[in-house]
């Protein structure tokens, strides 16, 4: 991380050539999506510390979802707290904190006497996942040029499945009683590499000139756009946006305004349907749920090394598909796999527990579930939200997406084992397949293309007098 520190500091003596995008917006991205890692890591590690974890505490069902849904809880607040401070002290200082708040919680975790201990710390790791996931894809947003927003965005969805891959890992090499106290601490690792290279980072030029720091919103951009860029244009273009939208402070009574309901329905709904097609409810059982069906405990974790594996390539894929092909073409072209895989996997519990045949076909269908699941809603979730929101109510109403994220999420981790103990893993997994049948009318219905569209022309076409989508179009 000091590589990148030093290059987010220098790039300014080393201009890009005609048309080339500047190292320092990769360096921003870079850095800040380190946000994502942490977040990845802190929610992942809990699938591989479980399965001992509820040994050493002789913890119940109800007790080990506790144990994975606080650190959602937190992940609420967080959010919640996260827009509104964004927009008073801007997005830097939040993502800088965040990164704190990560190494703070992780020492805590991994110094946890009591499980009282161990869910208050891992409460504070959700105030900081929080934070991470609402103001990371802003920041990246907001800084980031037209022509390449998409695949750095996703960067961050990237990181976040990278995250989970190092949590599987450690999870299968320090797996034994009192393992996971060094799966927690290590991501102080993280926590203090990003803390550190945001130092180095710029302010958000569109936060700078909501501030009126035009001067310095000016400087930024010379830095983080190519030689020749029509600098003066862009800040005209920002400056006569947020006038003609500042009718407030970025308050969340703002929300309420008209124009903003199918922006806010959009982000609200991926938001909710990222959680209610079941990618979570995998990633955070899927050892526990192959442990008890009969897999054993090395074929569970070494399962869960390639779930990571699988959302690393995902995050891949998604990354070029969403400026490639467009966000909307992307969730419709792979979501309807991810249905198929569900209903698959949801069949094979109906089989022979034990048979070969079954056993390939659970661990066969989970992987293409979550290569399909991760390029057509993950890699679109952390993008399509700072994207569609305006500028005067990002704050809040990022907030209030990434609230209806961890707010899903919550509902499926809280409920996920209780599920299937009711109505069995057949019984759970249809359900989340139809749930993936569902987001795909809603994407059919709702979300409009944004690839290579300007933050601002999404803005005018959200504030036009036809329907949004057909506006965007149009534009």
């Known amino acids: 991380m000091p590589e990148a520190a030093t290059l987010a500091a220098r790039a300014p003596a080393r201009p890009p050539g005609p048309g080339r995008t500047p190292l320092l917006v990769y360096a921003v991205a870079a850095v800040s999506a380190l946000g994502g890692l942490l977040f990845g890591y802190d929610t992942g590690i809990i699938s591989g510390a479980l399965l001992h974890l509820r040994d050493d505490l002789d913890l119940s069902s109800r007790e080990q979802e506790t144990v994975v849904s606080v650190i959602l809880l937190g992940a609420m607040v967080g959010a919640l707290i996260s827009g509104r401070t964004a927009v008073r002290h801007g997005r830097r200082k939040v993502v800088a904190t965040v990164a704190v708040i990560f190494g703070i919680g992780a020492v805590a975790a991994a110094l946890a006497p009591d499980v009282t201990t161990l869910i208050a710390a891992r409460f504070v790791l959700g105030l900081a996942v929080g934070g991470a996931s609402n103001m990371v894809p802003v920041y990246i947003a907001e800084l980031a040029p037209a022509a390449v927003r998409g695949r750095l965005m996703v960067l961050f969805q990237l990181m976040v499945a990278i995250g989970q891959l190092i949590a599987y890992l450690c999870g299968w090499a320090l797996s034994g009683s009192g393992g996971w106290r060094v799966m927690f601490a290590l991501a102080v690792i993280p926590a203090v590499a990003l803390a550190v290279g945001m130092a180095f980072l710029p302010e958000s030029p569109r936060w700078l000139i909501e501030q009126h720091r035009h001067d310095d919103a000016e400087r930024t951009l010379r830095r983080l756009r190519p030689a020749g860029a029509d600098i003066t244009a862009e800040i005209t273009e920002i400056t006569t946006v947020t006038a003609g939208t500042a009718t407030g402070n970025g308050g969340w009574r703002q929300l309420r305004q008209r124009w903003l309901r199918p922006a806010l329905l959009i982000a609200v709904g991926i938001a909710a349907f990222s959680q209610l097609t079941g990618i979570n409810a995998i990633v955070y059982y899927a050892p526990t749920i192959l442990d008890d069906a009969g897999f054993g405990n090395s074929v569970a974790l070494l399962t869960g090394i390639g779930i990571g594996a699988m959302l690393v390539v995902a995050g891949v894929v998604g990354a070029i598909a969403v400026d ?58 952390w993008l399509i939200g700072p994207e569609i929101l305006p500028l005067s109510v990002r704050g809040p109403a990022t907030s209030l997406a990434t609230l209806s994220v961890w707010g899903f999420d919550l509902l499926i981790a809280m409920t996920a084992l209780t599920a299937i ?55």
């Open 324 to 381: 490639k092909a467009g966000r909307r073409r992307t969730m419709l072209w792979f979501l309807p796999g991810s249905a198929l895989a569900m209903a698959v996997l949801a069949l094979a519990f109906t089989a022979d527990s034990g048979s070969t045949a079954q056993r390939w076909t659970v661990i066969i269908s989970l992987f293409a579930y979550i290569l399909f699941n991760g390029v057509g809603m993950q890699a679109v979730l």
């Open 421 to 475: 103990n009711t109505v069995g893993r057949s019984g759970t997994f249809l359900f989340y397949a139809l749930m993936n049948v569902a987001c795909i009318v809603f994407v059919v219905a709702k979300v409009p293309e944004t690839k290579g569209r300007s933050l601002e022309s999404i803005e005018r076409a959200l504030r036009g007098p036809g329907p949004f989508r057909k506006a965007l179009d149009e534009e």
